[in-house]
């Protein structure tokens, strides 16, 4: 099922103002004015299943994106620990947010 809304970041207009009154093309629909709502059938599905996913492809990403940085940057073993460390601790507090957002609106 699919349906168009109106956009909420630019109300419709595909445009949007920054604080010193330039318009922009909306990043939320890209210019478009309306933004496509595809509802599909794997809303349905436990929304802890959609977190795992959603965690185990940042976590590819994130690793491909490391195996990239140090393969080019040859950084230093300290350096890549640490870079390895912080990926994991902000993919850890990312997915306990969303997990306490998504208990809290739920009640
Ligand atoms: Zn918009």
């Known amino acids: ?25 909306c990043p939320a629909c890209d210019g478009k004015g309306f933004v496509l709502y595809i509802k599909d059938t794997s809303d349905q599905k436990s929304p802890f299943l959609r977190v795992v996913v959603i965690a185990a492809i940042v976590l590819v990403l994130f690793y491909s994106l490391f195996i990239i ?3 080019l940057e040859r950084v230093s073993f300290t350096a890549s620990v640490i870079i390895l460390f912080i990926g994991h601790a902000v993919l850890a507090v990312s997915l306990i947010m969303y997990l306490l957002f998504k208990a809290m609106s739920e009640k």
């Open 69 to 71: 940085y140090v393969t």
């Open 1 to 25: 099922m699919k349906h168009y809304h109106s956009c909420h970041t630019c109300g419709g207009s595909g445009i949007v103002h920054d604080s010193r009154g330039l318009g922009e093309i």
